[in-house]
């Protein structure tokens, strides 16, 4: 059974830093492309972060560049998304996601990120 | 990047009745399109793929249709488990993009 779980999430100060992972299991880990995916609260989803498979090619959104980085351990099954220099409107709902044939098929559960005083 | 955008933004409909969602892409992503499904506190659901092909368990009153830039999702006699928000989003290009979303609430 394919499974991703989110973790790392939690309270964080405008201007701090954290680290999400996502452990997969249930697949080949290193043969897909995976996504990171939020929702701010009662918003839609936007795709925040992408790596390639083997972790050659990645993508930032304009609002996350600069400020988060996206890598991914093959040899551990995880993905992970360090951010920093958080803002208030980084507050949301993080999912990672895998892209199957060439859309997300499977979604973690997602992982709440507060960023507040 | 392609922008997606969804309408109408809420949709008011009994259950029993027929609803129909749309979504139309700023260029062409031929074909590939999703439809997803979420409900409060879960992760988006994958409906339709292909712009019309349904996903693995999908109950065949959801249809999509469309091509190009112009996409619909049909769901033709809504349950109640059907009323959440849907997503359309293209993998086309690179990054994928969502529409903002449709509510599609009870009347």
């Known amino acids: 059974e394919v499974q991703l779980v989110e973790s790392g999430g939690g309270l964080v100060q405008p201007g701090g830093s954290l680290r999400l992972s996502c452990a997969a299991s249930g697949f080949t880990f290193s043969g897909y492309l995976l996504y990171w995916v939020r929702q701010a609260p009662g918003k839609g989803l936007e795709s925040v972060s992408a790596?390639?498979?083997?972790?050659?090619?990645?993508y930032y959104a304009n609002s996350v560049k600069g400020r988060f980085t996206i890598s991914r351990d093959n040899s551990k099954n995880t993905l992970y998304l360090q951010m920093g220099s958080l803002r208030a409107e980084d507050m949301a709902v993080y999912y990672c996601?895998?892209?199957?044939?060439?859309?997300?098929?499977?979604w973690g559960q997602g992982i709440l990120v507060t960023v507040s005083s | 990047e392609i922008v997606m955008t969804q309408s109408p933004a809420t949709l008011s409909v009994s259950p029993g009745e027929r609803a129909t969602l749309s979504c139309r892409a700023s260029q062409s992503v031929s074909s590939n399109l999703v439809w997803y499904q979420q409900k409060p506190g879960q992760a988006p659901r994958l409906l339709i793929y292909?712009?019309?092909t349904r996903a693995t368990g999908i109950p065949a009153r959801f249809s999509g249709s469309g091509s190009g830039t112009e996409f619909s999702l049909t769901i033709s006699s809504l349950q109640s488990e059907d009323f959440a928000v849907y997503y359309c989003?293209?993998?086309?290009?690179?990054?994928?993009?969502f529409g903002q979303g449709t509510k599609l609430e009870i009347k």
């Open positions: 989003q293209q993998y086309n290009n690179w990054p994928r993009t």
């Open positions: 790596i390639t498979s083997n972790g050659d090619k990645t």
């Open positions: 292909g712009a019309s």
């Open positions: 996601a895998r892209v199957g044939t060439a859309y997300f098929d499977f």
